[in-house]
């Protein structure tokens, strides 16, 4: 009897894995926090980083909208593309995100981290967050100016926490597989370069500034393997009145949160190696 009492769990063991989990919020939201200490330093960073998606708005949006070059069924183009634009601006800011622990190793930081006992998925995952709100300010520069050219916006209360979520998503996962990028090749030259590459692919491969029907068989089948093709999917769907999700939002969701689970679990364990 006293055996069976004592295998018994006790209260102890059951709160463990709560202490765990608390734990590693706490780890995580102190790497964001830190992270975003750096804003202060370089605000105008923001603002600069705006200035390529609002070109394409402004030059490539008004263009296409006046030949009609590309269906886009009852929205005009303007209101079609503006979602992409968002996405566009978040993966710009989200996939060179991965320089900064190169920084950081170049100066000793990381050996810091690894020293402690942060656990290694947190490092990445507040680092990920810090990109989310990066890429969420861009929000309050292309809301206001897809208003101004007449897109016909959803500012509904739960349509804006949507487009709020997805964009921290989405910057989540491309700044995690950044992260990733960079502590495999470990030099900035060479990320720099692999960064450059990888932006056009995945913008152009996506249904951001045209639909996925109009491509080739094979360009539509690589873009449902590309995760941004599901953030502009859902933004469409929170960002446009009467907007509606291609895959579902469901679809779209799941495809997020697990491909970014598997990076930052991925960049995690990749972690320790990087400093060697």
């Given amino acids: 009897m006293h055996a069976e009492l ?13 202490q765990a989990m608390a734990f590693f919020i706490r780890k995580t939201l102190n790497i964001a926090e830190m992270e975003m200490r750096k804003l202060r330093h370089e605000p105008v960073d923001l603002l600069t980083r705006a200035a390529q998606p609002v070109l394409w708005i402004l030059i490539f949006g008004q263009v296409l909208a006046r030949v009609r070059a590309i269906p886009t069924g009852d929205v ?25 622990i190169i920084w950081e190793r170049d100066l000793g930081i990381i050996h810091k981290f690894l020293a402690g006992p942060t656990p290694r998925a947190a490092l990445v995952l507040g680092k990920g967050l810090s990109a989310g709100v990066r890429g969420i300010s861009q929000i309050f520069i ?8 007449g897109v016909n916006l959803d500012f509904n209360i739960f349509s804006l926490l949507g487009t709020l979520f997805t964009v921290l998503l989405g910057a989540i996962l491309f700044s995690t597989f950044s992260l990733y990028v960079a502590i495999k090749v470990k030099t900035r030259e060479r990320f720099m370069g692999i960064g450059q590459f990888m932006t056009m692919p995945l913008f152009f491969a996506s249904n951001a500034i045209y639909p996925i029907e109009i ?21 469409r769907t929170f960002m446009l009145q009467g907007g509606q999700s291609h895959f579902g939002l469901g679809t779209d969701f799941a495809v997020l949160i697990l491909v970014s689970a598997l990076l930052v679990w991925a960049a995690g364990r990749a972690y320790p190696g990087f400093v060697n």
């Fill in 215 to 235: 491509m080739p068989a094979w360009l539509q089948a690589i873009s449902r393997f590309n995760p941004l093709t599901y953030v502009v999917d859902a933004l």
């Fill in 142 to 149: 292309i809301y206001p100016l897809a208003y101004l050219l």
């Fill in 6 to 18: 004592d295998s018994s769990p006790t209260p102890a063991a059951w709160l463990r894995p709560l």
């Fill in 76 to 100: 005009g183009y303007i209101e079609f593309m503006s979602p992409g634009i968002l996405a566009q601006s978040m993966l710009f800011i989200s996939i060179f995100y991965g320089i900064s």
